[in-house]
């Protein structure tokens, strides 16, 4: 069982349980994470900040409105360095306050601005607990996507005995360990670009392509759904980002998206480039919209883009490498030609122009690596992203064997 190296952001709200929190921070470090302790005004009248500041070897945060900690790490960074956002104890007013969407202390802020999960461990008397105020937000978070972790039933720090306490340390570790999954890709960082990119000609015009994202959105979400770290590098589209994906990053050209996925790979175990990276771009981007000439044409003179792939193989330390080529003939010659050509260790190959591939939701792939090939039938990009995480994880450890 292993957290190393994830990042989880404890919030700790004004109640009684706060002091088995300790002991969790205690226990997620064990296991390697890096915790952060967020808390209330309310969760210091139980529990002193210099004590969870000593059991996560971080400064704590208290308050929105801390000029120096926003200093360092303000909360917006805060909210996009996390990968899980616990928050335990969990009381019946601060789980009013994220039903409702408020943004009135750190906490409620950190938890609207980030995109990690959320998880919530309640810790309250029974007769709150039982409250349909209290139920109705809990069904809100759920439908928001949050996860209630407990609690448990027994007997209350007030002498009650019933439902409403806070789960152990314990419990809400291996839950967070659950959280991160056994999936195919765990512990792994990947980064996916998505989508066209746009080259300028002028301040109104741009030479693109018909890429959709959908399928680089697909991969990105599959690959989080198995357990890796996420970075969604996107050309110029209109897609939400998919749930699990840490870091995105939107660019427009080629030239700028190669900068972005330079940079996320040097970190990187697997890059897979989806994008449909446009080859040329023109040599002068005016600073004015051109005007027509009538009667004469006009005559773009255009440069080649890199080839963000060929400078990624080119590096010593590199990441694992997966490349997409969309063809209209020929498939397998020209994607095994470019699997040599471009030094990669997997390309997957799509037939384009018979309904299948741009802008469409189905799409059907044709997977090549050094020594073999598997054939992905016609399905939703979706299902077609899952079974591609599935054989890059393979060939990922084989390679890496
Ligand atoms: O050569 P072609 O554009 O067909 O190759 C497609 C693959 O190469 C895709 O994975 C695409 O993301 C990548 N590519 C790239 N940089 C370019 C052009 C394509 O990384 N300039």
């Known amino acids: 069982m292993s957290l190393a190296h994830r990042r989880i952001l404890l919030g700790v709200s004004?109640?009684?349980?706060?002091?088995?929190?300790?002991?969790?921070?205690?226990?997620?470090?064990?296991?390697?994470?890096?915790?952060?302790?967020v808390m209330t005004g309310s969760a210091t009248h139980f529990v002193g900040a210099a004590t969870f500041q000593a059991l996560s070897g971080q400064p704590v945060r208290t308050s929105l409105w801390d000029e120096q900690a926003e200093a360092a790490m303000g909360h917006i960074e805060l909210a996009r360095w996390a990968e899980r956002i616990l928050i335990a104890p969990a009381t019946a007013d601060v789980i009013a306050r994220l039903a409702q969407g408020h943004a009135d202390d750190l906490i409620t802020t950190l938890c609207l601005a980030s995109a990690a999960p959320l998880y919530l461990a309640p810790a309250m008397n029974q007769q709150m607990w039982?409250?349909?105020?209290?139920?109705?937000?809990?069904?809100?978070?759920?439908?928001?996507?949050?996860?209630?972790?407990?609690?448990?039933?027994g007997e209350q720090a007030c002498g009650d005995v019933g439902s409403g306490r806070m789960l152990e340390p314990l419990e809400l570790r291996d839950a967070l360990v659950a959280s991160f999954g056994h999936g195919e890709l765990a512990g792994l960082k990947v980064v996916v670009s998505a989508g066209p990119t746009f080259e300028d000609i002028d301040p109104v015009?741009?030479?693109?392509?018909?890429?959709?994202?959908?399928?680089?959105?697909?991969?990105?979400?599959?690959?989080?759904?198995?357990?890796?770290?996420?970075?969604?590098?996107?050309?110029?589209?209109?897609?939400?980002?998919?749930?699990?994906?840490?870091q995105r990053i939107d660019v427009r050209s080629a030239a700028q998206m190669q900068v972005a996925v330079l940079e996320a790979c040097a970190q990187a175990d697997i890059?897979?480039?989806?994008?449909?990276?446009?080859?040329?771009?023109?040599v002068c981007v005016a600073g004015q919209k051109l005007k027509k000439q009538a009667g004469a044409d006009l005559v773009l003179q255009l440069a080649e883009n890199p080839d963000i792939l060929a400078s990624l193989s080119a590096q010593s330390k590199r990441p694992f490498l997966v490349g997409f080529a969309a063809e209209t003939?020929?498939?397998?010659?020209?994607a095994r030609g470019k699997l040599e050509r471009k030094g990669?260790?997997?390309?997957?190959?799509?037939?384009?122009g018979e309904g299948l591939g741009f802008e469409t939701a189905d799409n059907a792939l044709t997977l090549y690596w050094h020594g073999g090939e598997a054939e992905l039938p016609r399905t939703d990009k979706a299902t077609l992203a899952r079974q591609l995480v599935t054989h890059v994880a393979e060939r990922y450890k084989v390679a890496r064997a």
């Open 344 to 352: 990669l260790d997997m390309i997957a190959a799509n037939q384009v």
């Open 329 to 334: 003939h020929d498939v397998a010659n020209y």
């Open 271 to 282: 890059y897979v480039g989806a994008a449909a990276v446009g080859d040329y771009r023109p």
């Open 130 to 153: 039982a409250h349909p105020a209290v139920q109705a937000n809990l069904a809100t978070l759920r439908r928001h996507g949050a996860t209630v972790l407990g609690p448990a039933a």
């Open 14 to 37: 004004g109640g009684i349980a706060a002091y088995k929190s300790c002991e969790l921070v205690r226990r997620l470090r064990d296991l390697g994470a890096e915790v952060r302790v």
């Open 205 to 246: 015009r741009f030479i693109g392509n018909r890429s959709s994202g959908k399928m680089g959105f697909a991969v990105a979400a599959a690959a989080a759904a198995a357990g890796a770290q996420v970075t969604l590098v996107a050309g110029p589209v209109s897609l939400a980002t998919p749930q699990g994906v840490m």
